[in-house]
């Protein structure tokens, strides 16, 4: 439906912000719900946080809340993700993912994914 592709990744110590971005381009994509996901060596994919399709709704992960922040720009067609407070823990390849209905973001087949950028805190 969209192709995806993140980037902000990088290297930052612990306590630092990075502000990743989530570019769409083909179909449209206001009407899409938003994903961002990440995966360290060796553990699963874990879910980070989701936005609806307006930003009028936003969900995040325990382990993220009050650090992190997703928004959206549907006008530039990306979706943002603000990490705030970083620490070693959410060092991570990070996805971006989209779908026509929020229960299908994360699936394969469903959904559209980036190919990740990488996020390394040190500490």
């Known amino acids: 439906q969209v192709q995806l592709a993140e980037s902000g990744g990088g290297l930052v110590q612990a306590g630092g912000s990075l502000r990743l971005s989530c570019a769409a381009s083909?179909?449209?994509?206001?009407?899409?719900?938003v994903g961002w996901f990440r995966q360290a060596p060796g553990k699963e994919r874990e879910f980070v946080a989701h936005?609806?399709?307006?930003?009028?709704?936003?969900y995040y992960a325990d382990s993220v809340k009050g650090r992190f922040s997703i928004s959206r720009d549907n006008g530039e067609n990306t979706v943002f993700l603000q990490m705030n407070s970083l620490r070693p823990e959410d060092t991570a390849v990070y996805y971006c993912?989209?779908?026509?209905?929020?229960?299908?973001?994360?699936?394969?087949?469903?959904?559209?994914w980036g190919q990740g950028t990488q996020v390394t805190v040190s500490s």
């Open positions: 083909g179909r449209t994509f206001s009407n899409y719900a």
């Open positions: 993912n989209a779908a026509r209905s929020a229960l299908l973001v994360g699936t394969d087949q469903h959904s559209s």
């Open positions: 936005i609806n399709w307006s930003g009028s709704s936003t």
